[in-house]
């Protein structure tokens, strides 16, 4: 049963290997999540496991979220994250899931929210060349031209051009898992994930 966790970046730091190689890798704080409901074929079409994360106060959710959790005995969280599966038989409500799922030397792949970086110009966002700094130049970093004249008489949609940059939702696949600690819930994985401190992560075997 291929059932993901949710967690929280922490941070980067390195380690060193047996022969002194220094590893850059992201330490993320992964669950314990609790399973809050789970989705048959018969049901809803299809099979899921949905699980919850991070504790919070009752009085923060509705009464719809409430009651949603009470079926599974759960206490209030913020996050919930439903994974599909094709295969349910060890899956039950209430069951606890922890970075006990994972392994040293498994690979995982890790979906998070990008760092959002606002509104940003071409160069910022596409890395193209700024226009001459002097001798009259008014084209520091501008645009430029967008290539369109009488005909088409219109800007193809895609062209690259400025605007907002980050703040979307990227997977990095096929990270390998470098040191587990079960009783800090901590998990070290070799390289960088999406986003800043403290974003949600999803975390699944790949």
Same mark, same amino acid.
Request: glycine share 14%; aromatic share 4%.
């Given at each position: 049963?291929?059932?993901?966790?949710?967690?929280?970046?922490?941070?980067?730091? =390195?380690?060193?290997?047996?022969?002194?190689?220094?590893?850059?890798?992201?330490?993320?704080?992964?669950?314990?999540?609790?399973?809050? =409901?789970?989705?048959?074929?018969?049901?809803?079409?299809?099979?899921?496991?949905?699980?919850?994360?991070?504790?919070?106060?009752?009085?923060?959710?509705?009464?719809?979220?409430?009651?949603?959790?009470?079926?599974?005995?759960?206490?209030?969280?913020?996050?919930?994250?439903?994974?599909?599966?094709?295969?349910? =038989?060890?899956?039950?409500?209430?069951?606890?899931?922890?970075?006990?799922?994972?392994?040293?030397?498994?690979?995982?792949?890790?979906?998070?929210?990008?760092?959002?970086?606002?509104?940003?110009?071409?160069?910022?966002?596409?890395?193209?060349?700024?226009?001459?700094?002097?001798?009259?130049?008014?084209?520091?970093?501008?645009?430029?031209?967008?290539?369109?004249?009488?005909?088409?008489?219109?800007?193809?949609?895609?062209?690259?051009?400025?605007?907002?940059?980050?703040?979307?939702?990227?997977?990095?696949?096929?990270?390998?898992?470098?040191?587990?600690?079960?009783?800090?819930?901590?998990?070290?994985?070799?390289?960088?994930?999406?986003?800043?401190?403290?974003?949600?992560?999803?975390?699944?075997?790949?």
């Amino acid at each position: 049963m291929n059932i993901g966790i949710l967690g929280t970046k922490l941070g980067m730091t =390195q380690v060193f290997d047996s022969s002194g190689l220094a590893i850059p890798v992201t330490i993320i704080k992964a669950g314990p999540c609790k399973i809050t =409901q789970i989705k048959t074929l018969e049901t809803d079409g299809y099979n899921s496991v949905q699980i919850g994360y991070y504790d919070i106060k009752s009085s923060v959710l509705n009464k719809a979220k409430l009651g949603h959790l009470k079926k599974s005995n759960s206490s209030p969280v913020k996050y919930l994250k439903e994974y599909k599966n094709t295969s349910l =038989q060890s899956a039950s409500l209430g069951t606890i899931i922890s970075v006990n799922l994972f392994n040293i030397g498994d690979t995982v792949s890790i979906t998070g929210k990008t760092t959002g970086k606002g509104f940003a110009g071409t160069i910022k966002k596409h890395n193209f060349t700024r226009g001459p700094m002097t001798h009259g130049s008014k084209n520091h970093r501008e645009p430029g031209s967008i290539g369109m004249g009488t005909t088409p008489g219109r800007v193809y949609p895609g062209k690259k051009m400025a605007g907002r940059l980050g703040g979307k939702q990227r997977t990095i696949k096929n990270l390998p898992i470098i040191i587990t600690n079960p009783e800090s819930n901590l998990l070290v994985i070799k390289g960088a994930v999406p986003g800043k401190v403290g974003n949600l992560l999803s975390i699944k075997k790949s």
